[in-house]
């Protein structure tokens, strides 16, 4: 006793499968940019935090002295170009008054603006310590999950050496998937529905991400070696219940067309390919071989070798041998 299900087509996703690789839509190496001694962590690794939060706390005292002494530098130079400027008051009177040769007052003219110049550069000074200072706390970039830690606190590091990478941060919403599709795929996609496809996820356990995803990249070139056309696509991730880095079952949707669906548990693969079992108009089973496309939740689309009022044979498949006389019922 068989079930069989007699086909006919019906309206179905355009689609096109894949194989793809999620990844952060943000990725960046969080680093010291300036050298000293870690302190203090103050993140747990692979929390996720936001944009600014500290990370990192370096030791402080020698820049605090750096930017003392900047200071310090810079109001010396402001004493000294009050002086410069009234010297030059003072001597321009004279030289009105040609008490003085004009040389003189084009001297202090010069001075004064020396004067000038030297306490701009001691501001700048200051603020570079200012700034080497503030890089003393290292915070987070982006919002995003954090990684592990590469320097234990105690470690010297140095903006210019390996020590410099800290951790890593990666933004995991909304995700990213990458995958390829083949040159045929990508022009049957380009046709019926380009950037707009909606993309849609099938994990390792072999449940449906909810959430769809947009195509937010596609190459513009065709790798010679694989013929395949890469691809990248936007999913949001509030919960990040996906993380960057696991492998995924991408299904591309471009549109409907009408088309034959037969559950996958009617298909049998054998040296020949993909074939299904139907009953002959003597009740006897016979072998068709099909062309099978994408997979469509628990079926199979069916793009070559049946046609609408065909009868399918989709339980009991292992006692089945061709010509053998069978008893039906209809599918539930």
């Known amino acids: ?32 940019r300036v050298a000293g001694i870690i302190e203090q962590q103050l993140y747990s690794e692979g929390d996720a935090v936001q944009a600014g939060a500290p990370l990192f ?26 002086l410069a400027q009234q010297e030059l008051a003072r001597l321009k009177g004279l030289a009105d008054r040609r008490a003085i040769s004009q040389k003189e007052a084009d001297q202090a003219a010069s001075g004064a603006r020396q004067s000038a110049a030297a306490a701009q550069m001691a501001q700048a000074r200051v603020r570079q310590a200012e700034l080497n200072l503030s890089y003393t706390q290292v915070n987070a970039p982006i919002g995003g999950v954090t ?84 691809m990248r696509a936007e999913l949001p991730n509030p919960k990040l219940e996906l993380l960057p880095g696991q492998y995924v079952r991408v299904q591309v949707v471009a549109g409907t067309q009408q088309a034959i669906v037969v559950p996958q548990t009617a298909v049998s693969q054998g040296q020949g390919g993909r074939f299904v079992w139907l009953v002959s108009a003597e009740g006897k089973a016979i072998q068709r071989p099909i062309r099978a496309g994408n997979w ?32 039906v019922k209809n599918a539930s």
Do not use: C
Not at 8 to 31: D, L, N, W, Y
């Open 147 to 230: 990684g592990r830690a590469q320097q234990s606190i105690g470690s010297l590091v140095s903006p210019t050496a390996e020590s410099a990478l800290l951790t890593t941060l990666t933004r995991a919403h909304p995700l990213w998937v990458r995958f390829a599709l083949s040159e045929a795929e990508f022009s049957g996609l380009r046709r019926n529905a380009g950037k707009a496809a909606e993309v849609r996820l099938e994990l390792a356990d072999g449940t449906v991400y909810p959430a769809p995803g947009r195509i937010n990249f596609s190459g513009s070139t065709v790798d010679a070696a694989t013929g395949t056309v890469q």
């Open 296 to 327: 469509l939740a628990g079926n199979w689309v069916v793009e070559d070798g049946l046609k609408a009022g065909d009868s399918v044979i989709v339980d009991n498949l292992i006692r089945l041998r061709p010509g053998i006389a069978v008893q």
């Open 57 to 82: 706390r370096l030791e402080r005292a020698p820049f605090e002295i750096d930017l003392a002494q900047a200071r310090a530098a810079f109001a010396q130079e402001t004493a000294r170009h009050d």
């Open 1 to 32: 006793m068989v079930s069989v299900l007699a086909v006919a087509p019906r309206q179905v996703p355009v689609a096109f499968a894949a194989i793809g690789r999620t990844e952060g839509s943000r990725e960046v190496q969080v680093r010291a």
